[in-house]
Structures are given as structure tokens and as C-alpha cells.
């Protein structure tokens, strides 16, 4: 599970938490203390902190995505001998 840690007003956690809305994903918001630093990710047992690794975390979680939903799209197909569509 994805889960967002973030301070109530962060305008950088807000443009995560669009990305994720973007995505179509499943994700989790936790609120951080205003002392502690944020905003960060887990996803599984790894922390994905910073805005460097953050922003390419999220381009390759959206290559990733855009990868296993293009094998599980549905496809149809005309047959050229009989002219029945799937």
C-alpha cells in the first residue's frame, strides 16, 4: 500500500496526493506533525523522500502503470476471412 505522510497544508504533498488522483491509484494519507519533515512516501518497506526522488519515483511508478494497463486493455479485432468482429 501507498501511503502519503504530510503536513495538513504542504503545496508540494497536495500536487503528490493529484498525481496519485491522476493515476487512478490506491493510496493512504497520513498527517505528519508540523516538526516533523515532509512530505514523504512509503510504498512497502520503502521511504521515498526529497523532491528529486520523489519526482522520479512517480515517473517511473506512472511508466510502470501505463506498462501493465496497455497488456491488460481489452482488444477486439475484425477476421479478414470472415469479417466477424471478436
Known sequence: MITLHRHKTNPKA??????????????????????????????GDQKIEGDKEIATWLRELEGELNWQRSLTGDGCYIDPRSGKVC
Open 14 to 43: 497536495e500536487e503528490i496526493e493529484q498525481k496519485f488522483q491522476d493515476l487512478v491509484l490506491a493510496y493512504r494519507v497520513e498527517t505528519l506533525p508540523e516538526d516533523e519533515s515532509g512530505p514523504f512516501i512509503v510504498d
